[in-house]
């Protein structure tokens, strides 16, 4: 038992008597409020976290990184060596932003066909977690909004190099051509050379030659990306109606156009150090072992047609293309 006095004026005390019982109650119901707070708390942070983490995956980071990583290998090639890090920021935060939110945009618009292929049903839009899809949209616009006007921060030839990607990947490849014509990925693949020419640019506040090969050796890159790509996923691709140069051609005919892009991409890298005043022997040694190895994977797609060797030139590609443009960051610094 507790006892508790409470004194009225200065003659009478009134003593209350509070069972003990009464006393673990109040203490338990505190407790249950306070752990029912803090679950609450948890659970609203979880799913804070989880909708950040929806709409992140939204944007396709495991494609826009490379092409930010480009562009910003771009910047440092157009730079060599000499940094602003304030226009390296811009410049980056301006790539991220465009390429992400073009790739939202893409996922609101082919979110039909996303959900009919098995590779891209488990998409945010097609499985559900994003709901309306016009959040989709609104955020693809809003973060493409920002790309741009940060781009018009940087330079003018900026400005026009990341309205010119934004409409070749979403008007033209994503709108207009890749329902309908198996060259949508040739069409499309410009606008993968537009961040490096951000990049290029916004070091040097104009577009010379070199800045137009580096984007070149990327416009050059995605075809034989793409394609091996399809080949791995055609059923998936003729399920949805998309004509993927692998679904509308013979498989051998599709295997000859990704070996000869594979190799015409190969000779153009060996062949950029002369228009360069940066790249010397650690980019032609790179560029000669990392070629060397995507020659032998297209090679190995000639001979044996398997969905696993296809898959496995698929995910080398990227790997090269970030070494090529890792060797040119740090010979800029050389």
């Given at each position: 038992m507790?006892?508790?006095r409470?004194?009225?004026?200065?003659?009478?005390?009134?003593?209350a008597?509070?069972?003990r019982?009464?006393?673990?109650?109040i203490?338990?119901?505190?407790?249950?409020?306070?752990?029912?707070?803090?679950?609450?708390?948890?659970?609203?942070?979880?799913s804070?976290?989880?909708?950040?983490?929806?709409?992140f995956?939204?944007?396709?980071?495991?494609?826009?990184?490379?092409?930010?990583?480009?562009?910003?290998?771009?910047?440092?090639?157009?730079?060599?060596?000499?940094?602003?890090?304030?226009t390296?920021?811009?410049?980056?935060?301006?790539?991220?932003?465009?390429?992400?939110?073009?790739?939202?945009?893409?996922?609101?618009?082919?979110?039909?066909?996303?959900?009919?292929?098995?590779r891209?049903?488990?998409?945010?839009?097609p499985?559900?977690?994003?709901?309306?899809?016009?959040?989709?949209?609104?955020?693809?616009?809003a973060?493409?909004?920002?790309?741009?006007?940060?781009?018009?921060?940087?330079n003018?030839?900026?400005?026009?190099?990341?309205?010119?990607?934004?409409?070749?990947y979403?008007?033209?490849?994503?709108?207009?051509t890749?329902?309908?014509?198996?060259l949508?990925?040739?069409?499309g693949?410009?606008?993968?050379?537009?961040?490096?020419?951000?990049?290029?640019?916004?070091a040097?506040?104009?577009?010379?030659l070199?800045?137009?090969?580096?984007?070149a050796?990327?416009?050059?890159w995605?075809?034989?990306?793409?394609?091996?790509?399809?080949m791995?996923?055609k059923e998936?691709?003729?399920?949805a109606?998309?004509?993927?140069?692998?679904v509308?051609?013979?498989?051998r005919?599709?295997?000859?156009?990704i070996?000869?892009?594979?190799?015409?991409?190969?000779?153009?890298?060996?062949?950029l150090?002369p228009?360069?005043?940066?790249?010397?022997?650690?980019?032609?040694?790179?560029?000669?072992?990392?070629?060397?190895l995507?020659l032998l994977?297209?090679?190995?797609t000639?001979i044996?047609?398997?969905?696993?060797n296809?898959?496995r030139?698929?995910?080398?590609?990227?790997?090269y293309?970030?070494?090529?443009?890792?060797?040119?960051?740090?010979?800029?610094?050389v």
């Amino acid at each position: 038992m507790k006892a508790r006095r409470q004194t009225f004026g200065s003659n009478v005390d009134i003593v209350a008597v509070i069972p003990r019982e009464g006393v673990e109650t109040i203490s338990s119901k505190n407790t249950d409020v306070a752990d029912e707070l803090t679950g609450t708390a948890q659970l609203t942070t979880s799913s804070i976290a989880s909708t950040l983490r929806t709409y992140f995956v939204l944007t396709k980071p495991n494609v826009w990184w490379l092409l930010v990583f480009t562009g910003i290998g771009g910047y440092f090639a157009g730079s060599q060596g000499s940094l602003d890090p304030m226009t390296l920021a811009v410049t980056a935060l301006s790539l991220v932003a465009g390429c992400a939110g073009a790739e939202a945009v893409s996922n609101y618009i082919e979110r039909d066909i996303d959900a009919i292929m098995s590779r891209t049903r488990r998409r945010p839009i097609p499985s559900g977690k994003i709901s309306p899809p016009e959040r989709a949209l609104y955020l693809g616009l809003a973060l493409t909004s920002v790309g741009i006007a940060t781009s018009a921060l940087i330079n003018f030839y900026a400005l026009i190099f990341m309205v010119f990607g934004v409409l070749d990947y979403v008007v033209v490849y994503v709108m207009l051509t890749k329902r309908r014509t198996p060259l949508n990925v040739i069409l499309g693949s410009f606008a993968g050379g537009a961040p490096a020419l951000i990049g290029y640019t916004a070091a040097t506040g104009f577009p010379d030659l070199y800045g137009w090969l580096l984007a070149a050796l990327i416009v050059l890159w995605i075809p034989s990306h793409v394609w091996s790509l399809a080949m791995k996923y055609k059923e998936d691709y003729r399920r949805a109606g998309v004509p993927m140069l692998p679904v509308v051609l013979d498989e051998r005919k599709a295997i000859r156009c990704i070996v000869s892009t594979v190799v015409l991409l190969v000779a153009f890298s060996l062949a950029l150090p002369p228009f360069s005043h940066t790249l010397g022997p650690l980019y032609m040694a790179s560029a000669s072992l990392m070629g060397g190895l995507l020659l032998l994977l297209s090679l190995k797609t000639a001979i044996d047609p398997s969905f696993e060797n296809f898959w496995r030139l698929f995910k080398f590609s990227s790997p090269y293309l970030a070494v090529l443009f890792a060797v040119i960051i740090v010979e800029s610094f050389v």
